[in-house]
């Protein structure tokens, strides 16, 4: 299959746009960085992704920038925006100005992302702007359209103008974890993020869990996040869990636990929320649907996996055991050309795979020999 192209401008070349109130912040800078961070982090999920330039120091035009996606789904252009208030605080994303191919759709979904990330006062937004022709007005998004695309964006990371979003913007640590939360709602868009057969070791797996609230000081009847909280100890139930920074799966991820059966660690957990926990090391939330506690199974007979294969063309996977559950992925597969699946936890009707990739309904299942 032909992988699905990504074309990335860093939107600035040399050193170009420095902020007046963070002198060390130059928006060429940034977005070189950030840029380069998404093309790896796309790669993974298995896009094929070109630039606009292969240096920082290389000039080139709008137009020609935007042309460079032709054959590609997507072209976006990062950068940072400016104004002459230094309170303004929020991101843009510029798409389509006649929403061709519903292109507002992503372009929500990463306005609310890169705000939820950066932290930014305002809630992200979209917007178009068109030119006295009646067609784009930037000439990068001119050029991509006249590739052929539909989806293509600028993506203004708030506002270098303001202190705090500079600052923010300035920390690599920052903008890898924006790249990491962009990316993965670009993969999940084109069905690339938890639409896998389910493979031991495989990286980049969803979580599984329901889609968390930001976290917040909330105690509630149970304990969670009150001070009396009595840690436990976990192991994790599939070979690959992601770490993220906060309890759900809207939140980056900060890292993975990979172990096979029968060399398990144990964890520490010290706080619980929205079915997450948090891990005594700070390295950052686990979904607890992938996590024994330690004697939780005593006396209980231990499920044993078992293979299954679909008995469907395509059958999705969703984050927990029922269709009230967000869709994680699907598994598409034809007649004669099926994969096995290994089924770790049953309940009302649905198996939860082994991968971690999610829940599937084991009515549109047969049992593999």
């Given amino acids: 299959m032909e992988k699905k192209r990504i074309c990335i401008d860093a939107g600035h070349y040399g050193k170009y746009n420095r902020s007046p109130v963070v002198p060390s912040y130059y928006e060429s800078d940034m977005v070189w960085k950030l840029h380069l961070m998404q093309k790896e982090i796309l790669e993974g999920y298995g896009f094929e992704v070109i630039l606009t330039r292969a240096k920082q120091g290389t000039d080139k035009k709008l137009y020609n920038r935007g042309l460079a996606a032709k054959g590609c789904v997507l072209f976006i252009s990062d950068h940072s925006n400016a104004c002459g ?15 061709a191919g519903d292109s507002n759709r992503l372009a929500l979904e990463l306005a609310g992302t890169i705000a939820s990330v950066m932290g930014t006062s305002k809630p992200g937004r979209t917007a178009t702007r068109r030119g006295s022709s ?16 539909t989806d293509y964006y600028i993506l203004e990371h708030s506002f270098h103008t303001n202190t705090r979003a500079a600052m923010w913007l300035l920390d690599d640590g920052n903008l890898r974890r924006l790249a990491e939360a962009e990316c993965l709602v670009i993969a999940r868009h084109y ?21 968390g609230q930001a976290a917040d000081s909330t105690v509630d009847s149970n304990g969670k996040n009150d001070g009396s909280m009595i840690p436990f100890l976990v192991t994790t139930t599939c ?66 996996p078992y293979l299954v294969t679909t008995t469907c063309e395509v059958l999705n996977i969703r984050t927990g055991p029922g269709t009230s559950y967000p869709v ?33 309904k084991l009515s549109h299942t047969g049992r593999a020999s």
């Avoid at 099926?338 to 009707?349: A, C, L, P, R, S």
């Fill in 134 to 149: 009646g067609g784009e007005y930037y000439g990068v998004l001119r050029g991509a359209r006249d590739a052929g695309l």
């Fill in 191 to 211: 069905g690339m993020a938890g639409d896998v057969p389910e493979e031991p070791g495989s990286a980049g797996m969803p979580d599984g869990a329901v889609p």
């Fill in 239 to 304: 070979e690959v869990l992601n770490i993220r920074t906060g309890p759900g799966t809207g939140y980056p991820v900060a890292g993975q636990i990979s172990e096979v059966v029968g060399k398990k660690n144990k964890y520490t957990v010290v706080e619980e929320k929205d079915g997450w926990g948090r891990l005594k090391s700070g390295a950052g939330w686990i979904s607890l649907a992938y996590a024994e506690k330690e004697g939780e199974a005593a006396g209980a007979p231990a499920f044993i």
């Fill in 85 to 99: 208030t230094e309170g303004v605080d929020y991101p843009v994303v510029y798409r389509a100005y006649d929403n």
């Fill in 328 to 360: 994680a992925g699907r598994i598409s597969e034809a007649a004669g050309r099926k994969n096995t699946y290994t089924i770790v936890e049953e309940k009302d009707g649905w198996g939860r795979l082994k991968s971690g990739a999610g829940w599937i």
